[in-house]
Structure formats: C-alpha cells, structure tokens
C-alpha cells in the first residue's frame, strides 16, 4: 500500500511539472540559467564525443582541450596549409585528424596507398568526396546525371580535349606575358616562392581561357 503510494506520489509530481504552465517574462533569469544549462550540456556532450567516442588517432588545428570543434574547423577553413603542415612536422610517422566542420580529414600514410587504389567504388568513392568538397548539392545541380552517367567524361574527351589545340597560341601569349611580370630579370640569384608563383601564372591562363583576352584583367595586374 505504502509502495503504491509512493508511486502515485511521484506521478503526481511529474505531471504536475510537465503540465505547469510558467510564465518565463516573470522569471527572465530562470530562463537564462535554463538556456545556459542546455547550451553548457550540448557543448560538453559535444566535446566529450568529439574527443573520446572518434578515431584514437591525433588531432591537429585545436589550441586547448575544451575549444569548441567548429571553431577549429573554422581555423582550417582559413588557415588550412600551417595546420596541414603543422600535423606533418609534428606526426610524420603515423596518421592523424584534422578537424573540418562538416567532417574530419584523416591523414594517411603512403604504406596505404596501394589498399586504398585497390578499393571498390562503393566502399571508397572518388566522385562522391568530390561532390562533398565541392558542395554538390548547390553547386552540380543535377547529381544523379554525375553518379550514374558518364556524361561529363565523354564531353570531356570528345568536345573538350580535341579543341584544346585551339588554346595554345593564345596560352602560350599569356603564358610569355605571365613570365615577363611574375618573374622579372635579375643578374644575381634570387629565390622564388614557387608556390605562390605558380598559383599567380595559373591564375592569369585560367583568367585568359575562361573570359578571353578582352574581358581578363591579367594584363592590369589582377588575378
């Protein structure tokens, strides 16, 4: 008897919680504590999976323990080459995680690359990282012709690739002009950043193919 009212007791009392009705304009600080209660527990629960319940493997791109994944992720977004190459000077011997906000990139070493060429398609799909990378579902539009058509391969070999002599004096113009304003004469040794230097000459051609040589702004210096 004692049980069963013990047990009515407790029901009594949770219905009366879930069915009170509380004005929050006349509490606006027990509001606050709630929201900032619910928003302390997603952010920890969201830490702790993040840290513990992913790939035993290390992380590269946080700067403390408890820094909220997308804010990593939004470091790599903009400073993605130092966070790469921090995790090749500080791991170069073992995989790790780079943090990205709608994913995670895991570094692999070069001992896996036969295992991963040899992996069917459904398993390992180029085409769909590509989609991902690129925002697909914005960008491509129509993804089922991508996925299951090879369209776009054989506009390429049988449109685009055969035309591809037409460009050449016209890239190869550009490409002189590219050389005479990146990379000016010197009589002594100078070094290059060929990284940028490259992106720069590229940047310049793709302007000349894409928009021809009336509507690219290469010659006035912007890439």
């Known amino acids: 008897m004692n049980t069963t009212t013990d047990r009515d007791q407790r029901v009594s009392l949770v219905e009366s919680v879930l069915t009170s009705q509380i004005d929050w304009r006349d509490d606006p600080q027990s509001l606050i504590l709630l929201v900032t209660g619910i928003l302390s527990g997603l952010y920890l629960l969201n830490t702790l999976q993040a840290r513990f319940l992913q790939l035993k493997l290390p992380v590269v791109g946080y700067r403390s323990f408890w820094e909220p994944g997308w804010v990593a992720g939004l470091r790599f977004s903009r400073r993605s080459q130092p966070i790469v190459r921090e995790g090749y000077q500080k791991f170069k011997d073992q995989m790790f995680r780079i943090r990205r906000n709608d994913a995670e990139i895991i570094i692999l070493l070069r001992t896996y690359v036969n295992e991963l060429r040899d992996m069917p398609e459904s398993q390992l799909s180029a085409m769909e990282a590509h989609i991902k990378n690129m925002v697909g ?54 070094p290059v950043h060929i990284n940028e230097l490259t992106v720069r000459i590229v940047a310049r051609i793709s302007a000349r193919v894409f928009v021809g040589p009336h509507l690219c702004a290469t010659r006035s210096g912007s890439t």
């Open 137 to 190: 579902y914005y960008t491509i539009g129509n993804l089922k012709l991508v996925r299951e058509s090879d369209l776009h391969r054989r506009t390429l070999q049988k449109n685009l690739t055969p035309a591809l002599g037409t460009l050449v004096p016209s890239l190869q113009d550009e490409l002189r002009f590219a050389f005479r304003a990146e990379i000016p004469d010197c009589k002594e040794w100078t």
